[in-house]
């Protein structure tokens, strides 16, 4: 479990192009635009800036509670394997 990269998750690659994307994005607008910002296109670079930070935010937080869950279950687990060792041996 150990030697599982992030590299190797299919979600966190997935994270990856989509934050880059977003980042290509806005480098694209800031070197296009060049300090000319009509309204629209100012609406649309802030509204970029904003929808990645809400995609990174909830990215790190999911998985956050998804390790917890984990840590979680696994602990339930443990401690359901250490009764039922319990259980056989006095039955012994």
């Known amino acids: 479990m150990l030697d599982k990269t992030p590299l190797k998750s299919?979600?966190?690659?997935?994270?990856?192009?989509?934050?880059?994307g977003w980042k290509v994005i806005?480098?694209?607008m800031l070197m296009h635009l060049q300090s000319k910002l009509e309204?629209?296109?100012?609406?649309?670079?802030?509204t970029v800036v904003i929808?990645?930070?809400?995609?990174?935010?909830?990215y790190?937080?999911?998985?956050?509670?998804?390790?917890k869950?984990?840590?979680?279950?696994?602990e339930i687990f443990d401690r359901d394997e250490?009764?039922?060792k319990k259980e056989t041996k006095d039955e012994e």
């Open 26 to 28: 806005i480098l694209y």
């Open 69 to 74: 869950y984990i840590n979680a279950a696994v």
């Open 39 to 46: 309204p629209q296109e100012l609406t649309f670079l802030l």
């Open 82 to 84: 250490d009764s039922s």
């Open 60 to 67: 790190i937080l999911g998985q956050a509670a998804l390790d």
């Open 10 to 20: 299919k979600k966190f690659i997935a994270y990856l192009i989509a934050d880059c």
């Open 51 to 58: 929808t990645s930070g809400i995609i990174q935010i909830g």
